[in-house]
T-cell receptor, first 114, second 111 residues
Framework: DTEVTQTPKHLVMGMTNKKSLKCEQH?????MYWYKQKAKKPPELMFV???????INESVPSRFSPECPNSSLLNLHLHALQPEDSALYLC?????????????FGDGTRLSIL | SQQGEEDPQALSIQEGENATMNCSYK?????LQWYRQNSGRGLVHLIL?????REKHSGRLRVTLDTSKKSSSLLITASRAADTASYFC???????????FGQGTRLTINP
C-alpha cells in the first residue's frame, strides 16, 4: 500500500472531454508533484507545488491545469487532450527542505486518449 | 532534459547473484537518489546519498558515489525474484525540488 493515493487508477477519455485526476496524501508533506511517464521511460516532471503554491511549471501545455486546494490534495484538470498525452500520470509528495527530499509516489493514473 | 544516464539498460541475472547498476550525471549535485518501480506501480524511494558521502548501505543495497567522475552505482546483493523491477537514479542538479531521473535499468531476476 502506498501513502499517496491517486484516483482514478485508469481513465479513458475522448479528445473533447474534461476530466480530473486526484491525488491525496496525509503525511504532512508540503511539496507535491505531478509527473508524466511514458512506457519504458523515466518520469518527467510537470508541476511542483510548494506550500500550496505553484513553484515549477515545466512548460506544460495549458490543456493540463494543476490545482492544489489544500496541503493534502492535488488535482490535475484535463481538457482537450491529444493522443500523445496517453501515459501514466504519477503524483508524489515530499517534505520541503534544503536540497531534494525523498519523494513518495502514488501508483498513478493510466490515461488513454481516444 | 535528462541528467542521468544509466547502464546497463537491462540486466538479467539468476536469483542469489548480485546486481550492479550504474548512473552517470552531468552537472554538480547536492544529492543523488535511487528509486525502484515495479511494473504498473509508482516509484519507491530506496536510498539518498549526499554529495559529501562516498558510500551508503541499506539492507541488501549498497550505493556508492564518485563526484569526481559524476557517477553512482547501486549494488543489490543476494538478489531475489521480488527485486525484479526498473531502477532509476535521480539527481537534483537543476535546483531544489526538481528531481531529474535517469533512463533506468530494467532488472530481471530469474528463479
Amino acid at each position: 500500500d502506498t501513502e499517496v493515493t491517486q484516483t482514478p487508477k485508469h481513465l479513458v477519455m475522448g479528445m473533447t472531454n474534461k476530466k480530473s485526476l486526484k491525488c491525496e496524501q496525509h503525511m504532512g508533506h508540503r511539496a507535491m508533484y505531478w509527473y508524466k511517464q511514458k512506457a519504458k521511460k523515466p518520469p518527467e516532471l510537470m508541476f511542483v507545488y510548494s506550500y500550496e503554491k505553484l513553484s515549477i511549471n515545466e512548460s506544460v501545455p495549458s490543456r493540463f491545469s494543476p490545482e492544489c486546494p489544500n496541503s493534502s490534495l492535488l488535482n490535475l484538470h484535463l481538457h482537450a487532450l491529444q493522443p500523445e498525452d496517453s501515459a501514466l500520470y504519477l503524483c508524489a509528495s515530499s517534505q520541503v527542505g534544503a536540497g531534494n527530499q525523498p519523494q513518495h509516489f502514488g501508483d498513478g493514473t493510466r490515461l488513454s486518449i481516444l | 532534459s535528462q541528467q542521468g544516464e544509466e547502464d546497463p539498460q537491462a540486466l538479467s541475472i539468476q536469483e542469489g547473484e548480485n546486481a550492479t547498476m550504474n548512473c552517470s550525471y552531468k552537472t554538480s549535485i547536492n544529492n543523488l537518489q535511487w528509486y525502484r518501480q515495479n511494473s504498473g506501480r509508482g516509484l519507491v524511494h530506496l536510498i539518498l546519498i549526499r554529495s559529501n558521502e562516498r558510500e551508503k548501505h541499506s539492507g541488501r543495497l549498497r550505493v556508492t558515489l564518485d563526484t569526481s567522475k559524476k557517477s553512482s552505482s547501486l549494488l543489490i546483493t543476494a538478489s531475489r525474484a521480488a527485486d525484479t523491477a526498473s531502477y532509476f537514479c535521480a539527481t537534483d542538479g537543476q535546483g531544489a525540488q526538481k528531481l531529474v531521473f535517469g533512463q533506468g535499468t530494467r532488472l530481471t531476476i530469474n528463479p
